[in-house]
């Protein structure tokens, strides 16, 4: 999907794991103060879009694209007039994946701001006045390692022979693009301190695509906090999956790299919220926002080395 922007900058929000309850009143605290934080933020600065990593309706997906869900946890929660018309760009989470993704994927033709045209697709924006290109690969994590169901980590991919030609179409994007910026977005973190903490299945299989093609970030929820890990002055990985509930558990922070964990906001604060990004001609900034106008951290990212 080719996509070009007016301005001088790309601005977008990144969040996940906001799926609500399956009982009244489908919302949760967290999520409607993160959709409300979202909302101001919009109203003061521009947002292009919304990224979106999954578990968009606990605790098991919609049942078909007439779901109610969709209006109760959706629809009716992010209502703000600033983000009216902000396209949201949708992916599957492993709870969604207990459910009917092709609804998700079809609701996409009900909903002016729903974009879910695919398990897995990819995203180019172009800024011709400061010649500045982004490519963002979304994909979907629990095709390539299957769901979790009642264990932490996945149990290994439904379809073998999926999964590999995901891996495939992952390789072959990441090997032929040439923009300023190259984003990839999942629901299963690679890297986490959290409760289910890195994913061996991406450490194996993404990983290594994302160091030898010089990937700019890695963006994922999953775990329910927030998190910013970089591998020395390489890859970042963007954990944003505090939409709905927030998790301060930290007991897989012996699984990381103690140099590369910067910042993770359970251990302070038990509120929601997301990650405002802006892409510019010089550098990708990371604001990580919580609801009551809370920066909480912020970070800049440069340009691909080509």
Same mark, same amino acid.
């Given at each position: ?23 009244? *009143? ?33 605790? +098991? ?19 703000? &007039? ?8 949708? /992916?599957?989470?492993? +709870? ?63 379809? &073998? ?12 994007? /990441? ?11 999942? +629901?299963? &973190? ?34 329910? $906090? /927030? ?14 999956? $505090? ?13 990381? *790299? ?12 038990? /509120? ?35």
């Amino acid at each position: 999907m080719d996509l070009w922007l007016k301005g001088s900058d790309i601005q977008f929000i990144a969040f996940g794991d906001w799926g609500g309850l399956p009982d009244p *009143p489908y919302v949760t605290i967290v999520q409607k103060a993160t959709a409300d934080e979202m909302g101001r933020v919009t109203q003061n600065s521009r947002t292009d879009f919304v990224l979106n990593v999954g578990d968009n309706f606990y605790y +098991h997906g919609v049942n078909n694209v007439n779901d109610f869900r969709f209006q109760e946890t959706f629809e009716n929660v992010f209502i703000a &007039p600033s983000l009216a018309n902000s396209p949201w760009y949708i /992916l599957a989470g492993n +709870h969604d994946h207990l459910g009917n993704v092709s609804a998700q994927i079809a609701y996409s033709g009900f909903s002016k701001r729903w974009n879910f045209p695919n398990l897995y697709y990819d995203l180019n924006f172009k800024i011709p006045d400061v010649n500045v290109s982004v490519t963002i690969l979304m994909i979907d994590t629990v095709v390539i390692c299957g769901n979790t169901y009642q264990a932490s980590q996945p149990e290994g991919p439904e379809s &073998p022979q999926v999964a590999r030609e995901q891996l495939q179409w992952i390789r072959q994007k /990441l090997a032929h693009s040439r923009s300023d910026y190259l984003i990839v977005a999942g +629901h299963y &973190p690679v890297w986490s301190i959290g409760q289910h903490g890195p994913t061996p299945c991406l450490v194996d299989q993404l990983r290594p695509l994302l160091k030898k093609y010089n990937v700019t970030a890695y963006i994922s929820g999953h775990d329910h $906090s /927030l998190q910013f890990i970089r591998e020395g002055d390489g890859i970042a990985y963007i954990v944003s999956g $505090s939409g709905s509930f927030v998790d301060t558990s930290t007991v897989n922070k012996e699984k990381v *790299p103690r140099d590369w964990l910067h910042f993770y906001n359970s251990e302070i604060s038990t /509120l929601g919220g997301f990650v405002l990004i802006q892409i510019t001609a010089e550098q990708m900034f990371a604001s990580y926002r919580q609801p009551y106008a809370m920066v909480v951290f912020q970070t800049a990212l440069p340009k691909r080395k080509l």
